[in-house]
């Protein structure tokens, strides 16, 4: 379907005198880098490309039938003003020309003017949320109210006024709460708790931390009762004596790490931590399979299913592990990122054997090594952190 589309595009260019840009990329394998869906990915990398293109405006074919599905999804998974007010007619350089208008307004006037048009196949199945939306949520709404769509872009242009209006407060407000890039905690708690919100995201959108709803009542306590948290990569939010700051994380030097090879049991010093290995042979001991299990999970091994060579070592770029009971293999990259601040990744837990890894630190062990019923001997371990 992608090759149909891309020739129904170049023949409509062609016929149009419009200049045509065709970028192929490999969506399939930046989604299990990155652990995104199909559909996000696309989307990310769709918005990368445009914005490489240097183009004064870039403009997207969102329609109002667009915006009400959003606003459902929004609010089926929960939002503020600005998630039940969809997607904006303008960001930045981006424009929505055909934001006001319904998707059967658009093909109208397509068939009106003798222009043919492709679908997207998936478009017409239930596999995507939005879809679901589109086809049964959407027409449930229209038998209640018929004239739906315009109650919706009235609702619309109501909810944009007021999130607005709030954005200007907000902005009028700043000033007064930021003093030299960091936050006074009383002159933003004298707010109205929709003001000081948005001025905190504000502040947090200058640092370049883009951060959700859901984690603001968790930022706001800490920001009021002081404390340190890592809120995005290696940047941490400090609040104490009454200011509040965004400082980088100061990283643990890693040039010196080298590979520790693992020679029986007994403790080892790797990257800051301690690690003590102990072999436990399950046919001399009074234990079932499964207490074991629960008790290690995702700090113990098979012994006779390790390979030779075992090593702690630094992760290496592109390197993949197949997790215990998980359907694919993952970035030991990713799993590092979502699983450990950023000061403990690069000097993270990684054990290998001549086979590749069998452990990272924070997301447990290969399915290949894992212990089961006919399991004898068992390679316990326990990380323990010296700074």
Known sequence: ESERDQKFCDELCEKQ??????????????????????????????????????????????????????????????????????????????????????????????????QDYVTDSTNLTDDYTRNRIRHNVIPQLERINSSLMKSYANTLSYLRKDMLYLEKCALQAYDSCISDGNIEVSALYQLDDCISDRVLMMWLQNNDISVSSEKMPLINDLIRNGGKMNIAGDKFLISKNGRASIEQARLLDTADIAPVKINGDGEYTYGGRKIVFKTVNLESIDCKYDNVHNLFANCCMDCDKIKPGLVLHKYNE????????????????KLLKNNLPLEKRASAVVIYDDDGAVFVEGSGVCERVKISKDTKKVLTFAIDYII
């Open 318 to 333: 592109g390197d993949r592990i197949h997790l215990v009971n998980r359907d694919t293999d993952y970035s030991i990259r």
């Open 17 to 114: 005198g419009i200049e045509l840009t065709v970028k192929r990329i490999d969506v399939k394998t930046y989604c299990n880098e990155h652990s995104v869906s199909t559909e996000e990915g696309a989307r990310e990398l769709r918005y990368e490309i445009f914005q490489q293109l240097g183009a004064d405006k870039i403009c997207t074919a969102h329609s109002l039938s667009d915006c009400i599905e959003t606003t459902v999804f929004n609010l089926a998974r929960g939002t503020g003003l600005k998630g039940l007010c969809s997607i904006p007619p303008k960001r930045d350089n981006i424009v929505r020309p055909l934001i006001n208008c319904t998707r059967e307004e658009i093909l109208a006037f397509l068939e009106r003017s003798s």
